[in-house]
């Protein structure tokens, strides 16, 4: 690359901030890894995800931390658009809420007194938060950036986002060939903040561009860099691998106090110390693998210290109960969003007590009973309804509960069909899923009691005859028994691996690309080898749970 030369000109200078109230005053501004061990230095991290790393999820994630730990947990918002949030207060209101009221009148006209702080980014429960936005104009990403300062501890440049709705946009993973651009957009943010910045980008084409792109990053004032080891079209059936020698190439060469997070191919609990050894990131950051099991950055507790919220088979694995997960979060929409008490609940089932039939759940079991004194004004209620509609916790339920019950509503469809009736504005709808769930998970763990081998799943290491992969190809088989549990304990979803999303019909490749993937394919498999099914169809039958079409509201983007 040609050496850069930097002028500074008068409209390089910071701009000033408007005022900022006594209460959000901060203190000597950190950056780089003096910020980072001033947070703690934690070694997990909440990624941020579109629409699906709200407070809610947030919450649930951290209620499953040790609060004796000395590592806290980092969490970030939702990506959210830096154009929309800086010009549109609907937006703003119904993306990010921090107070009670409008974050403009706060922003814009510093009122007095000082508003009462909400959920985003409060002190009691949700920090350390970093908040992330899209944007390719400087000036409206230094805009919205202004809105949250005072309610979180960085703000996050997303350049990683490799979806279509970030190419029409010309945001995150699509800015990456416009180093110019992204620098001035997170050196605007450096100068002008009072909060540190940092960005999230995604792999290059080699690992000697990937260098220079974070160095460059790194340059602009980031304080923190997170890598997906995964390049720009690596998404959907063709995401494959992340590569980790890249971010263990980016530790040997990038300055020694860089903070690098590692973000990519975290499934499990285990996968978190190793990702740590093998790239020697500061912290691993985990996307998907948080949406099917939000236990995942906490370890199983001691054997025989389960109590009613974690299962242990008999082989010694297991896993957090989906009903006790979806328990809890619905306890926090209850305190937190809705502030209204939570229901009374029978203790969660385990096969070792007296066993009492469960009654049918009815669909509107936890609608709140007006007659016993209750009553709200017209008002009171109007402002319910519209507070339900427009929370971005309540708008996230379906999506989340559609990921975190997936093992569970693929053998019990009906299940599945309730939930995808169910509305963000009538949470008792949500609370009959509940009990519906709580119901087959009882019937689960008594099955398990009468005949436990057949949910037995054989040990990865174990070198199956029949077994298609012949060790030169990639295969997603192992992964799938090693992560594989009982339909109600939380676990991540094993994606198909490229190739054998092309060979079950998932994947459909351009003639040029079909070609060289034909061609590649003759050099290491034979026609002969191919088997009527394969082992990973196999893996996805056990326990009669074949592999179905979720519905659209089970769908994310980011």
């Known amino acids: ?127 350390p938060l970093f908040v992330q936005f899209c944007a390719n104009s400087p000036d409206e990403l230094l805009s919205a950036a202004r809105y949250v300062e005072p309610y979180c501890d960085a703000v996050d440049l997303n350049l990683g986002c490799p979806q279509g709705i970030a190419r029409k946009g010309n945001y995150g993973a699509f800015l990456q060939e416009d180093w110019d651009l992204v620098y001035k957009l997170i050196n605007k943010l450096h100068r002008n903040l009072q909060i540190p910045v940092t960005a999230k980008i995604r792999i290059l084409e080699t690992k000697e561009k990937t260098l220079e792109y974070a160095k460059k990053i790194l340059a602009a004032g980031a304080s923190i860099i997170t890598v997906h080891g995964r390049q720009r079209h690596q998404k959907g059936h063709e995401t494959g691998l992340a590569d980790w020698s890249v971010l263990r190439y980016l530790r040997q060469y990038l300055p020694p106090d860089t903070v690098l997070f590692a973000n990519g191919n975290i499934l499990r609990h285990e996968d978190i110390q190793q990702c740590l050894a093998e790239t020697g990131a500061d912290g691993v950051m985990s996307a998907d693998g948080n949406l099917h099991d939000p236990t995942i950055f906490f370890p199983p507790p001691a054997l025989g210290a389960e109590g009613r919220e974690y299962w242990r088979g008999r082989n010694g694995k297991g896993g957090y109960r989906i009903d006790a997960v979806f328990r809890r979060y619905m306890d926090i929409i209850y305190e937190y969003v809705l502030e209204e008490p939570i229901p009374q609940r029978t203790p969660l089932f385990l096969p070792s007590d007296p066993v009492v039939d469960i009654p049918s759940p009815h669909p509107l079991a936890a609608r709140t009973n007006d007659a016993e004194g209750q009553l709200r004004s017209k008002q009171q209620e109007k402002e319910k309804r519209h507070r339900r509609q427009t929370s971005p916790s309540l708008l996230a339920m379906r999506p989340h509960l559609f990921r975190l019950l997936r093992p569970l509503i693929s053998k019990h469809t009906k299940i599945r069909d309730t939930l995808a009736r169910c509305r963000p504005d009538d949470i008792s709808a949500f609370e009959g899923v509940l009990q519906m769930t709580e119901a087959v998970v009882k019937d689960g763990l008594l099955d398990y009691e009468a005949d436990a081998a057949r949910y037995d799943i054989s040990d990865p290491t174990e070198d199956k005859e029949g077994n298609e992969n012949d060790g030169n190809e990639e295969s997603s088989i192992a992964a799938v028994r090693a992560c594989k549990r009982p339909w109600w304990v939380c676990q991540p979803h094993v994606r198909p691996l490229p190739k054998e999303a092309l060979d079950h019909g998932g994947l459909t490749l351009s003639r040029k690309d079909k070609r060289k993937f034909e061609e590649e394919r003759c050099l290491n498999t034979s026609a002969s080898q191919k088997l009527q099914k394969s082992e990973r169809e196999k893996l996805d039958v056990i326990d009669g749970m074949p592999e179905q079409e979720m519905p659209k509201q089970a769908m994310v983007a980011g």
């Open 1 to 127: 690359m040609a050496k850069e030369l930097i002028l500074r000109t008068a409209s390089d200078e910071p701009e000033p901030a408007p005022a900022r109230q006594t209460l959000f005053m901060t203190r000597r501004k950190l950056t780089g890894r003096e910020f980072y061990e001033s947070l703690g230095s934690p070694k997990v991290v909440l990624a941020p995800m579109v629409d699906q790393s709200e407070f809610a999820w947030r919450k649930l994630t951290r209620s499953f931390w040790d609060r004796d730990s000395s590592k806290p947990l980092l969490a970030y918002s939702p990506m959210l658009h830096a154009r929309l949030f800086s010009e549109t207060q609907q937006f703003r209101n119904r993306h990010f809420q921090p107070i009670r009221g409008d974050l403009a009148l706060l922003h814009e006209n510093n009122l007095q007194p000082t508003p009462a702080l909400y959920l985003d980014g409060n002190p009691k429960f949700d920090r």
